[in-house]
């Protein structure tokens, strides 16, 4: 089951707002529940950036560590890392709790990355990972001890449209008002592509 054209939908601000709105809830929600208080918010950019400062200022959090990720679609090195994350002037513990935040999370490659990043920074630290859309093939990723997200997307088509629909998941392709519609169906075709390359590469 493939993505055509005509399943992407462009995102209002008012929709994305009702959607971030939900997100926070979610995070709230998954702190009171574990008794967690955020110390960090490490957002993942570039439109993790958006996600990541809404959730920094409602959970009153001054410490923000920026990450950035690009993924390449070259299946020798599919994630190039922009920068190595930064270093604060008064380091947090060990035991830090982090809030890493992405706005759309298909694959989940770059979040696994970012992680492991934070991991090895702060070994003991508690990572929850908050994404406004994550993909219904993702249940858990490496390194995150808590996943959560606003809404499920079916974008990876790991279920079929009938069976998505069933349990409430939209099949359209979200695009954010920020983001250019042409770019954006580019960068699934190229995902597209490496996916089909890493099934073929398996049956050989």
Not at 2 to 25: H, K, P, Q, V, W
Not at 42 to 59: D, E, F
Not at 162 to 173: D, L, M
Not at 177 to 182: A, G, I, K, N, R
């Amino acid at each position: 089951m493939t993505i055509n054209r005509s399943d992407l939908r462009m995102l209002s601000y008012t929709e994305f707002g009702c959607l971030l709105d939900a997100l926070t809830a979610n995070v709230l929600s998954a702190c009171t529940e574990r008794q967690l208080c955020i110390d960090v918010v490490a957002p993942i950019l570039r439109s993790g950036g958006i996600t990541g400062c809404h959730l920094a200022s409602k959970l009153g959090v001054n410490a923000i560590m920026p990450l950035q990720y690009k993924h390449t679609y070259d299946p020798a090195r599919p994630i190039h890392r922009q920068f190595s994350p930064p270093t604060f002037t008064a380091e947090p513990q060990d035991s830090v709790v982090v809030l890493m935040a992405d706005t759309n999370t298909v694959t989940g490659e770059v979040a696994r990355h970012a992680a492991r990043d934070l991991r090895m920074k702060w070994p003991a630290s508690t990572i929850l990972f908050a994404s406004v859309i994550v993909d219904l093939s993702i249940e858990q990723l490496p390194d995150v001890d808590v996943l959560i997200s606003a809404q499920r997307s079916n974008e990876r088509r790991s279920v079929s449209a009938e069976s998505a629909t069933r349990i409430g998941v939209s099949n359209e392709v979200l695009i954010f008002p920020w983001e250019d519609t042409e770019e954006q169906w580019l960068e699934i075709q190229a995902a597209a592509a490496e996916d089909n390359y890493r099934k073929a590469s398996t049956r050989f």
